[in-house]
């Protein structure tokens, strides 16, 4: 967990609603470097009390955004 990315999230990102709720539950899973976040599909949903399928929609909207990339 890293509660440096989950603060700069909070302070800095454009994101409202559920696409910030799953920036912040992503946050959660990475290193200080805002890296190596691998959670699955049913973990964010789990977390962020969404469906999967708008957990996918919502991954690809902000890497349209930019504010994730994925590998």
């Not at 967990?1 to 800095?12: H, L, P």
């Amino acid at each position: 967990m890293s509660i440096k990315v989950m603060n700069w999230v909070w302070q800095s990102s454009p994101e409202k609603g559920s696409a910030l709720l799953l920036l912040l539950a992503i946050a959660d899973a990475c290193d200080d470097f805002g890296e190596n976040a691998w959670p699955s599909i049913k973990t964010l949903a789990a977390k962020t009390r969404l469906t999967e399928r708008a957990i996918q929609y919502l991954i690809r909207e902000l890497a349209e955004r930019y504010a994730v990339t994925i590998d």
